[in-house]
Nanobody, 131 residues
Framework: QVQLVESGGGLVQSGGSLRLSCVTS????????IAWFRQVPGKQREGISC????????YYANSVEGRFAISRDAAKNTVYLQMNDLMPEDTGTYYC????????????????????????WGVGTPVTVSS
């Protein structure tokens, strides 16, 4: 059974940093890509970062470009999201997600991404950035 478990969220002051982790399990194959999403109450879930495993290319939404970095430690089955220079508008619940089929990272971090398009999701970790 595939599972994704996020951790690392919390309360941080504006300008601070957090590193989120997503531990994956249950895969009998290597997934093609994995993404981080963010949801704010009352708004649609948005893709903010994506890692294409085959070519190790990374993709970011404009709102986090230059401040966030996605990485992966395959030996630990863990994907990370390093978040720097956090702002109050980064507040939300952060999810990692993937699928058994290939999906384009360029779409995952764009408004065109359907929030339910990916099959596997974690339960999320909350991030609160105070001003």
């Amino acid at each position: 059974q595939v599972q994704l478990v996020e951790s690392g969220g919390g309360l941080v002051q504006s300008g601070g940093s957090l590193r989120l982790s997503c531990v994956t399990s249950g895969f009998t194959y290597d997934y093609y890509a994995i993404a981080w999403f963010r949801q704010v109450p009352g708004k649609q879930r948005e893709g903010i970062s994506c890692l294409s495993v085959g070519d190790e290319k990374t993709y970011y939404a404009n709102s986090v470009e230059g401040r966030f970095a996605i990485s992966r430690d395959a030996a630990k089955n863990t994907v990370y999201l390093q978040m720097n220079d956090l702002m109050p508008e980064d507040t939300g619940t952060y999810y990692c997600a993937t699928d058994s089929s290939p999906f384009p990272c360029q779409i995952a971090v764009s408004p065109a991404m359907h929030p339910n398009a990916l099959a596997y999701w974690g339960v999320g970790t909350p991030v609160t950035v105070s001003s």
